[in-house]
């Protein structure tokens, strides 16, 4: 079994900051990509920002230059530094990985985390 626990979530006003942090956990062989989608009411989930195993990122355009995506390899962690936050950031966040368990074949699956709300007052 494997878990994406998150946490960090929360009300802030417009030009503040969060961190969210999202730690996975269970029969992990290797972590491949890890990420962060949001979903805001009415509207479809979309990628905020993405990490590779190698260090390759990627980045929504409304964000870049105010978020930033990190990880701890050894701690199985995916972090979202969110700085200058706006009122459209609200959404409700998930954290998101591909991740290969220990079992025959070694396949890798794609895991979500429960989600957690940020939203940002004007």
Same mark, same amino acid.
């Given at each position: 079994q494997v878990q994406l626990v998150e946490s960090g979530g929360g009300l802030v006003q417009a030009g503040g900051s969060l961190r969210l942090s999202c730690a996975a956990s269970g029969s992990i062989f290797k972590i491949n990509a890890m990420g962060w989608y949001? &979903? %805001? /009411? !009415?509207? &479809?989930?979309? *990628? $905020?920002a993405d990490k590779s195993s190698g260090g390759n990122t990627n =980045? *929504? @355009?409304? $964000?870049?230059?105010?978020?930033?995506?990190s990880r701890d390899n050894a701690k199985n962690t995916v972090y979202l530094q969110m700085n200058s936050l706006k009122p459209e950031d609200t959404a409700v966040y998930y954290c998101a %990985?591909?991740? $290969? /368990? =220990? !079992? *025959? !074949?070694?396949? %890798?699956? @794609? =895991?979500?985390? &429960? !989600?957690?709300q940020v939203t940002v007052s004007s």
């Open positions: 949001r &979903q %805001a /009411p !009415g509207k &479809q989930r979309e *990628l $905020v =980045y *929504l @355009d409304s $964000v870049k230059g105010r978020f930033t995506i %990985a591909r991740i $290969v /368990p =220990y !079992g *025959l !074949g070694l396949h %890798a699956n @794609d =895991y979500w985390g &429960q !989600g957690t």
